[in-house]
Nanobody, 121 residues
Framework: QVQLVESGGGLVQPGGSLRLACAAS????????MGWYRQAPGKQRELVAT???????NYVDSVKDRFSISRDNAKNTVNLQMNSLKPEDTAVYYC???????????????WGRGTQVTVSS
């Protein structure tokens, strides 16, 4: 069994910062791309940022220059540093990772349960 567990969400004022963390555990052989997605009320889930196993990153335009994604391959963790937060960043943030487990050659996607981020004064 593989689990992704997020932490670090909460309430923050506009202009503030939060750091989200996600840890993968279980029968993991290796992890491919990892990332963060978010879903605001009444909207579809959207990609926020991804990072490859080699460290290449990708961001949605709305968070470029404000958010930074990083990972620790030895610890199977991925983080999202969020700065200059805006009310429109309010959403449930989900961790995602493509994980190879046991003897399977495939890297299916796994999801965490999500953590709420609320940006409000």
């Amino acid at each position: 069994q593989v689990q992704l567990v997020e932490s670090g969400g909460g309430l923050v004022q506009p202009g503030g910062s939060l750091r989200l963390a996600c840890a993968a555990s279980g029968s993991i052989v290796s992890i491919g791309d990892m990332g963060w997605y978010r879903q605001a009320p009444g909207k579809q889930r959207e990609l926020v940022a991804t990072i490859s196993s080699g460290g290449s990153t990708n961001y949605v335009d709305s968070v470029k220059d404000r958010f930074s994604i990083s990972r620790d391959n030895a610890k199977n963790t991925v983080n999202l540093q969020m700065n200059s937060l805006k009310p429109e960043d309010t959403a449930v943030y989900y961790c995602n990772a493509n994980i190879r487990k046991d003897k399977s050659p495939y890297y299916p996607p796994y999801w965490g349960r999500g953590t709420q981020v609320t940006v409000s004064s």
